[in-house]
């Protein structure tokens, strides 16, 4: 997208063509979440090539592309989506394409702007994984920042358990204000 007004026009776009097939159908949507262009369904496999095509059929500037789950799996956004049985467990993704590169830690960077990446780079894989996934993403973020030559000891050890610590709160608070609303 190169305007910037592009992420813009999108969203009015995509909500226009979202109002216009999604509301007029008969099948049944599980799920649906977008963000600007890419959009995630979950739907019966019978309907999928109908609404491809209705999505397609919109306008002829306008074309979608499928993308289906493999072996339990499906790629969305920084995210990979992985239905185990009757459950969906996320874990952080990343294109195989990544070169992997970040500011390099001893480059003149200010050091605020490089532990604001490590923070980044940390909550991505903690807020983006499932607590049954999460180690193997911690371990893909700390391999990370230490190929970009951040110290795993001290800086990135002190984040992951600040993060986790933080994050684990923010989940207990969820828990009690959905408690108390619920008893109120």
């Known amino acids: 997208m190169g305007s910037p007004i592009s992420s813009i026009t999108a969203q009015?776009?995509?909500?226009?063509?979202?109002?216009?097939?999604?509301t007029n159908r008969?099948?049944?949507?599980?799920?649906?979440?977008?963000?600007?262009?890419?959009?995630l369904l979950i739907i019966d496999p019978n309907d999928v090539d109908v609404i491809l095509n209705d999505f397609n059929n919109f306008h002829p500037k306008l074309?979608?592309?499928?993308?289906s789950e493999n072996n339990g799996s499906i790629n969305f956004l920084y995210m990979t989506i992985i239905r185990d049985k009757d459950k969906l467990y996320t874990k952080w993704y990343t294109k195989n394409t990544s070169t992997n590169r970040l500011i390099n830690f001893h480059s003149a960077h200010h050091i605020s702007q490089k532990r604001s990446i490590v923070d980044s780079i940390i909550n991505r894989a903690i807020k983006l994984t499932s607590p049954k996934y999460r180690p193997e993403s911690l371990d893909k973020a700390k391999s990370l920042l230490t190929l970009n030559n951040y110290p795993r000891v001290g800086y990135i050890g002190r984040t992951t358990k600040c993060r986790e610590l933080t994050h684990q709160i923010q989940r207990i608070e969820k828990h009690i204000y959905r408690c108390h609303t619920l008893h109120t």
Do not use: A, G, P, S
């Open 63 to 67: 074309q979608f592309t499928l993308e």
């Open 12 to 22: 009015i776009v995509m909500e226009y063509v979202e109002e216009q097939i999604l």
């Open 26 to 39: 008969k099948f049944k949507i599980t799920l649906y979440k977008r963000y600007v262009d890419d959009c």
